[in-house]
């Protein structure tokens, strides 16, 4: 069974920036893809970011040029790194691996951690 943590959530002002993390129970390098998404109240989960083979990434196209991922395999780690945050940014954000090769953008994820709370205040 993998475990995935977050941390780093918090309330920050709009324009402000906050870095998540996402920590494994296993090698994260014998997964094929990690990824972020969101859950604002009363929204369904809705991708985010995610990083597969090699050195890949993609964002949603609300956060591109504003969130950045990156994954240090050897910390078992997958990080958000989110700037110039909106109030439309406020949701549970939750770190989510992926075992096989598949399309890392679709919400089918093999696990999921309990999610982080980022507030944007305006």
């Known amino acids: 069974q993998v475990h995935l943590v977050e941390s780093g959530g918090g309330l920050v002002q709009a324009g402000g920036s906050l870095r998540l993390s996402c920590v494994a129970s296993v090698d994260t390098s014998s997964l094929y893809a990690m990824g972020w998404f969101r859950q604002a109240p009363g929204k369904e989960r809705e991708f985010v970011a995610a990083t597969w083979p090699v050195r890949t990434v993609t964002y949603a196209e609300s956060v591109r040029g504003r969130f950045t991922i990156s994954r240090d395999?050897?910390?078992?780690?997958?990080?958000?790194?989110?700037?110039?945050?909106?109030?439309?940014?406020?949701?549970?954000?939750?770190?989510?691996?992926?075992?096989?090769?598949?399309?890392?953008?679709?919400?089918h994820y093999d696990y999921w951690g309990q999610g982080t709370q980022v507030t944007v205040s305006s």
Do not use: F
């Open 73 to 107: 395999d050897a910390k078992h780690a997958v990080y958000l790194q989110m700037d110039s945050l909106t109030p439309e940014d406020t949701a549970v954000y939750y770190c989510a691996g992926l075992h096989n090769p598949r399309n890392p953008i679709l919400d």
